[in-house]
Structure formats: C-alpha cells, structure tokens
C-alpha cells in the first residue's frame, strides 16, 4: 500500500495545454518533494515544499503544499513536449523518502 | 543541485553471475545513501538503507544474502547483485542526501540490469 496517492496514473495532453498532478496522503509530511523521471535515468529534484499553504513557482510550474501538509499539487501550465516524462512526489518521513505511484505525463507536438 | 554518480549505467551479465553496482556521491559527503529498484513505468521501490561504517537496513522482503551493500567510505555505497536470476533484471538507483537535510534526495543516473 502507497502511503501518498498520486492521481491520475497516466496523463497524455496536447502541447500548449495545461494539466494538474495531485499527491494525497493520509499522514502528515515534514516536506514533500516532486521529481521527475526521464527514461533510463535517475528522478531529478524539481522543489520541495515545507511550510502547509505555499505555494512555489518554477517557470511554468505551480507546486502547493496542502494547510495541513497531508497533500500537494502539481500544476503545469502551456505544456511542452519537454515536460513529458514520469512525476514522483515524495513524502519525507524520519530519515527516508515515501514515494508515490507516479504520474506518466506524456505531452503530444 | 548535488551530484551523484552511479556506475555502470547498463549492465548484462549471465545468470549465476555476480553485478556490483557503484554509487558515489561527487561533491558531498553522505553518511546514508539509499537503494531503489524501478520497474517500468512503475515509482521506486526502496530497498535498503546504506548507512557508512555500518551494516544496511533493508526493507521487508528483500534479501540482504543476495543483495549485498557496502558504504566504505562517505562518498561510495555498492550494491553487489549475487548469483543473478532473469528475474533480478530490472532499473537499480541510489541516492543520497547532502549535508544536514535528510528530506532532498539526489540520484544517480541509474543502473539497467539485465540478466540472460
């Protein structure tokens, strides 16, 4: 059992569209991570949330961390084909990462 | 951003044969690192805790006997894949975290292992 839920498992879009990436949890996070994967290679760090409410700009990226940080989003406005790839968030417990499911977004020209 | 190397980035070997697998952390010292296998299209499944100058704490199911790790020295963990199986064929990443901050982790570019 995941302990943080991504939704939706697969996404697939049309270049110049936006899409949102949610991240549930049913316990509470010190931060939260997201990342994204590439094919045949390792994640790369995108942002970490800490505080419950904030919100993170990056480029065309909106990241939120829920008020009570159980949960976050993900939001990608006038998607590229360069932002096709797979999305982890990750919860950050005592000295580990938890992981998502992941989202597989994939971005048509 | 931190820089974590992984080595090889593919592997092949025959079934019955051992792999190891380096992960090295470039421009940090890291006293944990972490090992993940992916499936495809699947999210990461941690698989042991490397902890340097101590043995590693794996999560429940692995085999510690098969999946050997070494941290030796703060900047290199190994994972040694023995007696390989078809089945042990998958995608294998480290990470780890630099300085005091457990929560950002950075990974190698990942190991595709495939057993024949």
Redesign the interface.
Same mark, same amino acid.
């Given at each position: 059992t995941?302990l943080l839920e991504q939704s939706p498992q697969f996404l697939s879009i049309q270049e110049g569209e936006n899409l949102t990436v949610y991240c549930n949890s049913s316990s509470v996070f010190?931060?939260l991570?997201w990342?994204r994967q590439e094919p045949?290679?390792?994640?790369?760090?995108l942002v970490?949330v800490v505080t419950g409410g904030e919100v993170k700009k990056l480029k065309r990226l909106t990241f939120q961390f829920g008020d009570a940080r159980k949960d976050s989003s993900l939001h990608i406005t006038a998607a590229q084909t360069g932002d096709t790839g797979?999305y982890?968030c990750?919860g950050?417990g005592?000295?580990?990462?938890s992981?998502?499911?992941?989202t597989?977004v994939t971005v048509r020209a | 951003?931190a820089v974590?190397s992984?080595h090889p980035s593919r592997v092949i070997c025959k079934s019955g044969t051992s792999v190891k697998i380096e992960c090295r952390s470039l421009d940090f010292q890291a006293t944990?690192m +972490?090992w993940y296998r992916q499936f495809p299209?699947?999210?990461?499944m941690?698989m042991a805790?490397s902890n340097e100058g101590s043995k590693a704490t794996y999560e429940q199911g692995v085999e510690k006997d098969k999946f050997l790790i070494n941290h030796a020295s703060l900047t290199l963990s190994t994972l040694t894949v023995t007696s390989a199986h078809p089945e042990d064929s998958s +995608?294998y990443?480290c990470?780890a975290n630099p300085g005091q901050s457990?929560?950002?982790?950075?990974?190698?570019?990942?190991t595709?292992l495939t057993v024949v």
């Open positions: 995941q010190s931060s991570q990342y045949g290679e390792g994640p790369v760090l970490t797979l982890l990750a950050a005592d000295y580990k990462l992981f998502g499911a992941g597989t | 951003g974590v992984q944990t +972490f299209k699947q999210s990461l941690l805790t +995608f990443i990470s457990r929560s950002e982790a950075f990974f190698g570019q990942g595709r």
